[in-house]
């Protein structure tokens, strides 16, 4: 195990001596301005798409922004099979120029807080000013506002946030949705689904603010596939334009309740080998963040108390969305097709697509999305393998709720600190409940078992 240092620096004009402190650190220097004095890695062209949308973020939201791409930086190039505690636990230290070194040194500790419940990793954040030449980003906007927006929302290109985006519309709101992308597989969904919807509702056809940022696979050490702060990233890229309403503004984050709770399924996934980018308690931190930082959002899901079956049928639209559903994207892994020789597609095994699979059968009784394993009942499924464990996982898990069902009260502590509210545990109990039940239907009559 070691620990990690990643120093961020504006350009080659930013020559400040940034002293590690840990001096045996592995050290690695991420330049986020390039050769044009804009900000890299994506975060410039953000700044550029909202400046043609007369949006004037603040200079703090860039900051956030700017730590989050180091973040995910950081999440996504350092390998925990080589340099984490017991293959998972990495140290971090990111020393980070901001507007404001001492605002943001008081925010540190919730930061350091908040990525390790996310991540499961130790994190440190060291501030300091950044150099005169950018003290600030931002261009002021050289023409009026003409979109009225009403909330800004996620748009991953996954079915939740399709649903999200169609209810919003369907109502009459006008959203900006934000979506993030690294990969070509993902940026087609979303540019599809924008389409798609563009089409829908032509008396106002949604704005997007759509942000490309990743790194490459040399940049620390090599590929970490858990990506754990993803939702960092993308809840940063939502503040952005958020910030440029000094009078306030929702961020909706649209999520079915059972992934938001997202309870491990058996005793080998807990803590931070489960994702919590939706859990209450990370959602009320990110909250928490903004207040600290004067940003007058906060981040709302609407459907936390809802399946993702209930959220498909009570849509504003079921029947637009019953004919659409299948461009969206949910899959966690839509290359791994590649491996069959076939096109990316959703898998049909993993988590996610087994809890889309179950939504769209209990909503509209049937699933019209391509899978590579089509039918689970006639699958030969190896449980020790990727095509089967999930789907054991679930099977066991529903098998332990059955014989304890009372115990599904303390179960849905176990990922993270719920609001302590009687009322509140008893949806969140029974949307859990709800969620395993609709899984529980799809699983009838299919076998995983280790070959």
């Known amino acids: 195990m070691k620990r990690h240092s990643v120093i961020c620096r504006l350009g080659v004009d930013d020559t400040v001596r940034v002293a590690t402190l840990q001096a045996d650190s592995t050290v690695t220097v991420i330049n986020i301005v390039d050769t ?9 062209q953000a700044l550029d798409q909202l400046h043609r949308l007369a949006l004037r973020p603040s200079e703090r939201a860039v900051d956030l922004a700017v730590i989050a791409a180091l973040v995910f930086a950081a999440d996504t190039r350092i390998v925990r099979a080589a340099d984490g505690q017991d293959g998972w636990t990495r140290e971090i230290d990111l020393y980070v ?42 261009q002021a906007p050289d023409k009026l506002r003409l979109d009225d927006y009403t909330c800004v929302s996620l748009f991953s290109g996954g079915l939740d946030s399709f649903i999200g985006a169609v209810d919003l519309l369907a109502d009459g709101a006008k959203p900006l949705l934000v979506s993030h992308y690294w990969d070509g597989i993902t940026s087609a969904a979303q540019q599809y689904c924008l389409d798609i919807l563009t089409k829908r509702f032509p008396n106002y056809p949604p704005k997007s603010l759509r942000v490309r940022t990743g790194f490459s696979a040399n940049l620390i050490e090599g590929v970490e596939p858990s990506q754990r702060a993803r939702s960092f990233l993308f809840f940063a890229l939502a503040v952005l334009p ?77 029947k637009f969305l019953k004919k659409y559903a299948a461009i969206t994207m949910s899959c966690s892994s839509p290359a791994k097709a590649r491996w069959n020789s076939t096109e990316p597609m ?31 009942a006639t699958a030969d499924l190896d449980s020790s393998k990727a ?41 969140y109990e029974g949307v859990y409940r709800r ?3 609709e899984v529980g239907t799809i699983l009838k009559g299919v076998t995983a078992k280790p070959r």
């Open 435 to 437: 969620g395993m039940a």
């Open 346 to 376: 959703h898998c049909g095994f993993c988590v996610p697509c087994l809890i889309r699979r179950a939504s769209l059968v209990a909503a509209f009784k049937s699933d019209e999305t391509p899978y590579t394993i089509d039918d689970l």
């Open 97 to 138: 120029p901001v507007s404001e070194p001492d605002l943001w040194r008081t925010t540190a500790p919730r930061l350091e807080q908040m990525l390790r419940f996310l991540t499961g990793d130790r994190w440190r954040f060291i501030f300091r000013a950044r150099i005169a030449r950018h003290r600030s980003f931002i």
């Open 387 to 427: 095509s089967g464990e999930h789907v054991r996982s679930f099977q066991v898990a529903l098998a332990r709720l059955k014989a304890k069902p009372a115990l599904a009260k303390f179960w849905i502590h176990k990922p993270g600190p719920l609001p302590p509210d009687q009322d509140e545990l008893a949806k």
């Open 242 to 318: 958020a910030s440029a309403f000094p009078d306030g503004i929702d961020i909706i984050v649209p999520e079915n309740g059972l992934i938001a709770l997202n309870v491990p399924l058996d005793v080998l996934r807990l803590g931070a080998l489960s994702t919590r980018t939706t859990h209450p308690f990370y959602m009320a931190s990110w909250n928490a963040l903004l207040t600290e930082l004067g940003v007058r959002a906060q981040l709302v899901n609407p459907y936390r108390y809802l399946t993702k079956g209930e959220m498909a049928r009570e849509c504003r639209d079921a």
């Open 36 to 44: 044009y004095h804009r900000l890299s890695y994506g975060l410039g």
